[in-house]
C-alpha cells in the first residue's frame, strides 16, 4: 500500500513538474521575444518605421497586459539571447497556443505591410501622374507686347533708309513674329526649332560645318515631323515663308542689280525733303501697326485651333458629321491657299529675275507664270493675306460649332465672338491695308507697263489673256508718280 502511494505521489510530481514546465514555456517564449526584439529592433525602428520585431513585441505587451503577467526578473538573462536563436525558438515551438499566436501575427504583419504596400504604390501612382502632368507641356504663345515689339523694331530701320522700313521692315517683322509663334508650338509638342538653330550659329562661329549640317538637319526633320500634325504651325510656316523670301529677295537685288540701289536712293532724297528723320516716327508706326495687324489671324489659329491636324477625310458630307468637318476641311484649305498665294508671288519674283537676266533689263516678260497672271507677285500676295484673314474667321466659327456640337450655351458662344472680336477686327484691317497697298502698286504698275509697251503688239496679246489682278482704279494725273514710291516697282 505504502509502495503504491509513493508512487502516485511520484506521479503527482512528475505531472506536476512536467506541467510547470510547459506553462513556465509558454510564458517564457513570448517575454524571450519581447526582450529579445525590443533590444535587437532599438537601432532597426530608426530606419524602418515598420518591423516584424516591433509587431512582435507590440502584441506580447498586448497579451501581457490583458492578461496582467509581468515578465520576472529571473529572466532578464534572455536579454542577450541572439535575434536567429529566438527565432528559430519560436519556429521550433509546435504547440497549438504557439501557432495560433504565429498565425495571428503573421497576418497582422501581412496586413500592415499589405497597407503599406498599397499607400506607397497610390503615392508612387500620384507622383508618376504629377510628373505626367508637368511633363507635358501646354501652348504658351508669345505675349502681345512682344509681338508688337518684334513688329515695331525691324521697322526703325526707316530711320536709317526710308525704304528699309516697308521692304526689311516688313519682311522681317513677319518672319520674326511668325517665328516666334512657330518656336512655341514645336516646343509644346516636344519638336523644338530654335535649339538646333543655336547649335548650328555656335558651330559656325567655330567653322564646325559638320556641326552646322547635323543642327540644321535636326531643326528641319522637326519640322518636317511638325509641320502636317499641326495647322497652327503650318499657318505660321506660311509667314515665315513670306517674310524670309522677300529679305532674300530684297537682299539680292540690293546686291546685284544697281537700278534698284539707284530707286532706293531717289526715294530716300524724297523723304529727307521732307524734313528730318523723326518726321518719319508716324509713318514708321503705322506701317508696323499694319504688320501686328496682318499677324493677328496666326494667333486666332494658334489659340482656337491647338491640336488640329492638316490631315482630313478627301469626301466630306453634311450627313457623315454635320458642319465640323466641313469648316475644318475649309480651314486647311484656307491655310494651304495662304502659302500658295506666297509661292504665287515667289515664282512672280523668281521668273521676272531670271527674265529680265536673259532678255534684259528692259524686256517685257510674258511668258511662264506671266503668262496667267500679269502682276503675279502682288496677286500672290492679296490671295495669301485675305486667306490668312479667312482662316482666323473659320477658326472662331468652327469653335462656335464645336461648341454647340457639345452641348454649349448660346451665351458661352457669344462670349466666344466678344473675345475674339478684337482679333478678327485687327485681321480685317490687316488684310484690308496691305491688299489696298498691294491694288495701289497694281495700278501704278500697269500705267507704267503701257505706258512703255503699249504699243506694241506683244504687249496688247499679253493683256488679253492674262489676268491684272486687285487694282485700284486710276488716276490720270497721280498715277505715275505714286508709282515710284513704292518698294515694289515693276522690276519686283
Not at 500620384?126 to 502681345?144: D, F, G, R
Request: with cysteine; proline share 3%.
Amino acid at each position: 500500500m505504502r509502495l503504491r502511494r509513493r508512487r502516485r505521489r511520484l506521479g503527482s510530481y512528475l505531472l506536476i513538474l512536467i506541467v510547470s514546465s510547459l506553462l513556465m514555456s509558454m510564458l517564457v517564449t513570448p517575454v524571450d521575444a519581447f526582450n529579445n526584439m525590443n533590444n535587437i529592433n532599438t537601432h532597426t525602428l530608426q530606419r524602418n518605421h515598420l518591423s516584424t520585431g516591433n509587431i512582435l513585441s507590440r502584441s506580447v505587451v498586448h497579451r501581457l497586459q490583458y492578461n496582467n503577467v509581468q515578465p520576472p526578473s529571473t529572466r532578464r538573462q534572455i536579454l542577450h539571447l541572439s535575434m536567429s536563436s529566438t527565432e528559430s525558438s519560436i519556429e521550433s515551438n509546435s504547440n497549438k497556443s504557439k501557432s495560433k499566436r504565429s498565425t495571428v501575427l503573421t497576418a497582422v504583419t501581412l496586413g500592415l505591410l499589405a497597407l503599406t504596400s498599397t499607400s506607397t504604390i497610390a503615392n508612387a501612382a500620384k507622383k508618376v501622374a504629377t510628373t505626367a502632368a508637368v511633363s507635358e507641356t501646354t501652348l504658351i504663345l508669345p505675349t502681345i507686347p512682344r509681338l508688337a515689339l518684334v513688329c515695331i523694331l525691324p521697322t526703325l530701320l526707316g530711320y536709317y533708309k526710308s525704304e528699309y522700313g516697308v521692304s526689311y521692315g516688313y519682311g522681317t517683322a513677319m518672319a520674326a513674329s511668325s517665328a516666334l509663334i512657330l518656336s512655341s508650338i514645336a516646343n509644346s509638342v516636344g519638336l523644338p526649332l530654335l535649339p538646333g538653330i543655336k547649335e548650328a550659329i555656335i558651330s559656325l562661329k567655330s567653322f564646325q560645318t559638320a556641326g552646322v549640317v547635323s543642327s540644321l538637319t535636326t531643326t528641319l526633320n522637326n519640322l518636317q515631323a511638325l509641320l502636317p500634325t499641326s495647322l497652327p504651325a503650318f499657318h505660321a510656316f506660311a509667314l515665315f515663308f513670306y517674310g524670309t523670301r522677300l529679305n532674300l529677295f530684297l537682299f539680292y537685288r540690293e546686291v546685284f542689280l544697281a537700278r534698284f540701289r539707284a530707286m532706293r536712293e531717289r526715294i530716300e532724297e524724297r523723304a529727307k525733303k521732307q524734313g528730318g528723320r523723326l518726321k518719319r516716327t508716324p509713318f514708321l508706326l503705322s506701317c508696323a501697326f499694319l504688320y501686328f495687324c496682318m499677324m493677328t489671324p496666326l494667333l486666332i489659329t494658334s489659340k482656337l485651333c491647338n491640336g488640329m491636324t492638316m490631315s482630313g477625310p478627301a469626301l466630306l458630307s453634311l450627313s457623315s458629321g454635320g458642319a465640323v468637318p466641313i469648316l475644318e476641311h475649309a480651314l486647311r484649305s484656307s491655310v494651304v491657299i495662304a502659302l500658295l498665294g506666297f509661292l504665287l508671288g515667289a515664282f512672280g519674283d523668281l521668273n521676272k529675275t531670271i527674265g529680265k537676266a536673259i532678255q534684259g533689263e528692259d524686256a517685257l516678260i510674258t511668258g511662264g507664270i506671266f503668262r496667267f497672271f500679269r502682276h503675279p507677285n502682288y496677286t500672290g500676295e492679296v490671295i495669301g493675306w485675305a486667306s490668312s484673314m479667312l482662316s482666323g474667321f473659320l477658326a472662331v466659327t468652327l469653335k462656335t460649332v464645336k461648341l454647340s456640337a457639345e452641348g454649349g450655351t448660346t451665351g458661352g458662344c457669344i462670349s466666344l465672338w466678344k473675345s475674339m472680336a478684337p482679333y478678327l477686327l485687327l485681321s480685317v484691317m490687316g488684310a484690308t491695308g496691305i491688299s489696298f497697298v498691294l491694288a495701289t502698286a497694281t495700278t501704278g504698275l500697269e500705267f507704267r507697263q503701257k505706258e512703255k509697251y503699249g504699243e506694241t503688239t506683244e504687249y496688247e496679246s499679253w493683256i488679253k489673256k492674262s489676268w491684272v489682278g486687285f487694282k485700284m482704279t486710276p488716276k490720270q494725273d497721280s498715277s505715275s508718280g505714286g508709282a515710284d514710291d513704292n518698294n515694289k516697282e515693276d522690276g519686283a
